[in-house]
T-cell receptor, first 116, second 116 residues
Framework: AQTVTQSQPEMSVQEAETVTLSCTYDTSESDYYLFWYKQPPSRQMILVIRQEAYKQQNATENRFSVNFQKAAKSFSLKISDSQLGDAAMYFCAYRRTRNRDDKIIFGKGTRLHILP | EAGVTQFPSHSVIEKGQTVTLRCDPISGHDNLYWYRRVMGKEIKFLLHFVKESKQDESGMPNNRFLAERTGGTYSTLKVQPAELEDSGVYFC??????????????FGEGSRLTVL
């Protein structure tokens, strides 16, 4: 069975600093999607960044980037120049295929605190 | 364009009572998912509709849970009778079956259920 593991329940970072959130997953598939979703307090969960497993290049979205290590089944999220608005729960997620109707599996989440 | 909306945002009921949660997906999204997050645990998949059909209901915990999506528009998730362990946040998400296949799910804000 596919699983997603986030080993850091909570993390804190000083504003303007860089923080890395860890995620590992287990799968026997070769072509899949990985995601990081963000849920601010009392707000909807939104997609931060995604990575297609067949792409070797790490995805980046402005201050957010990932370190995708396919062999190690690791998918960490780096947030540069942390801002107060980055405070949220971050969920690592996995979808085993590129089929539109396949479900997404989530980890337990990491609560990120930004210290002013 | 309206996002995914869920109602109620918070429900407090006694053990043994019935609760019905509603989800209105983004207009035109064929895929509708229900997820649940119990405090401190992962966001767990419950089921997936494609239009009005149940594509995958492997995550439904037991027969006290009944999900419907009549007409392929909004969906309801009924819990009857509710038990203490049903407490948690129930998320609804939707995605389209046309357009760019980004794999992204669009989430509602969730319905928090507290069973006393």
């Amino acid at each position: 069975a596919q699983t997603v593991t986030q080993s850091q329940p909570e993390m804190s970072v000083q504003e303007a600093e860089t923080v890395t959130l860890s995620c590992t997953y287990d799968t026997s598939e070769s072509d899949y999607y990985l995601f990081w979703y963000k849920q601010p307090p009392s707000r909807q969960m939104i997609l931060v960044i995604r990575q297609e497993a067949y792409k070797q290049q790490n995805a980046t979205e402005n201050r957010f980037s990932v370190n995708f290590q396919k062999a190690a089944k690791s998918f960490s999220l780096k947030i540069s120049d942390s801002q107060l608005g980055d405070a949220a729960m971050y969920f690592c997620a996995y979808r085993r295929t590129r089929n539109r109707d396949d479900k997404i599996i989530f980890g337990k989440g990491t609560r990120l605190h930004i210290l002013p | 364009e309206a996002g995914v909306t869920q109602f109620p945002s918070h429900s407090v009921i006694e053990k043994g009572q019935t609760v019905t949660l509603r989800c209105d997906p983004i207009s035109g999204h064929d895929n509708l998912y229900w997820y649940r997050r119990v405090m401190g645990k992962e966001i767990k998949f419950l089921l997936h509709f494609v239009k009005e059909s149940k594509q995958d209901e492997s995550g439904m915990p037991n027969n006290r849970f009944l999900a419907e999506r009549t007409g392929g528009t909004y969906s309801t998730l009924k819990v009857q009778p509710a038990e203490l362990e049903d407490s948690g946040v129930y998320f609804c998400a939707s995605s389209p079956n046309s357009g760019p296949n980004t794999g992204e799910l669009f989430f509602g804000e969730g319905s928090r259920l507290t069973v006393l």
